[in-house]
């Protein structure tokens, strides 16, 4: 908690990259968020991994040692084959209890409204998992909009767009992609705070949360939505009733 606020991060990641060879532990990831007043953090693999089994056992790991602080995600290579896919969704719902399914078109080129794609969309259906989306870097595939479709297709699924178009290139198709799909969620990390004032001005709060993506960042994207002039409603919305809502955490 910090300043009065229950706080979600929406948006962070253990293990080892192979594409930045970056490497954080559950341990470092706990100790930056008592740093930093956070309560609760969406832990997801990231993108390009050695092992994507590995990946999620430590993250499964993670949430079974600290239920309280980590909700798991999976992630992982939709090229990999349908059955695949749906065999690792399920067995980190069933052993983890994760709670959502990232996909990452700037490293995995997935066209998320072609027939063939849907199957990952329903794997998070039949797990009761949110969707989170990459947008931003990866264009076409990481187009908002590009998730539109599976949003009107399976309007009961969850779907949110992390980084909410990518540091303000994409706002616009972010916000028209959140207005015509209500189902469509926005993560506003890499906004600048007027982004962010823009986001609110068309798209409820409630719709709308926080997320940091890397440590580095942790301080700056928290800071951000504490420091706005709004209604302490909307930043406890943002902070953490959106996502504990959209993962499934109270």
């Not at 990232?102 to 998992?129: C, G, T, Y």
């Not at 992390?162 to 207005?179: E, K, M, P, R, S």
């Not at 994207?221 to 909307?234: A, F, H, S």
Request: aromatic share 8%; net charge negative; glycine share 8%.
């Amino acid at each position: 908690m910090r300043d009065g606020f229950s706080i979600f991060d929406a948006h962070c990641h253990i293990g080892k990259a192979l594409h930045s060879r970056r490497v954080q532990s559950a341990d470092a990831m706990l100790a930056l968020m008592d740093r930093y007043g956070i309560d609760r953090a969406l832990a997801i693999p990231f993108p390009m991994v050695g092992c994507f089994r590995q990946a999620h056992d430590e993250i499964g790991t993670a949430v079974r040692e600290h239920p309280k602080r980590f909700v798991g995600a999976v992630c992982l290579n939709p090229f990999i084959g349908e059955a695949e896919v749906r065999q690792e969704v399920r067995r980190c719902s069933e052993m983890y209890g994760f709670k959502a399914l990232k996909i990452q078109p700037q490293f995995q080129p997935v066209d998320a409204s072609l027939a063939e794609s849907q199957f990952i969309f329903e794997a998070a259906l039949e797990n009761r998992m949110a969707m989170v989306c990459h947008t931003g870097n990866g264009i076409p595939y990481a187009l908002p909009s590009a998730f539109m479709p599976a949003a009107r297709k399976y309007p009961e699924l969850k779907i949110v767009l992390a980084h909410c178009g990518g540091g303000g290139l994409l706002l616009q198709d972010a916000i028209v992609a959140a207005l015509f799909c209500p189902n469509i969620y926005l993560e506003l990390s890499t906004l600048m705070p007027s982004h962010v004032l823009r986001v609110l001005s068309q798209v409820p709060s409630f719709r709308l949360m926080a997320g940091s993506d890397l440590p580095e960042n942790t301080g700056v994207e928290i800071g951000k939505i504490l420091d706005l002039e709004v209604g302490e409603e909307t930043q406890r919305d943002i902070l953490w009733t959106t996502a504990c809502t959209v993962f499934g955490e109270s």
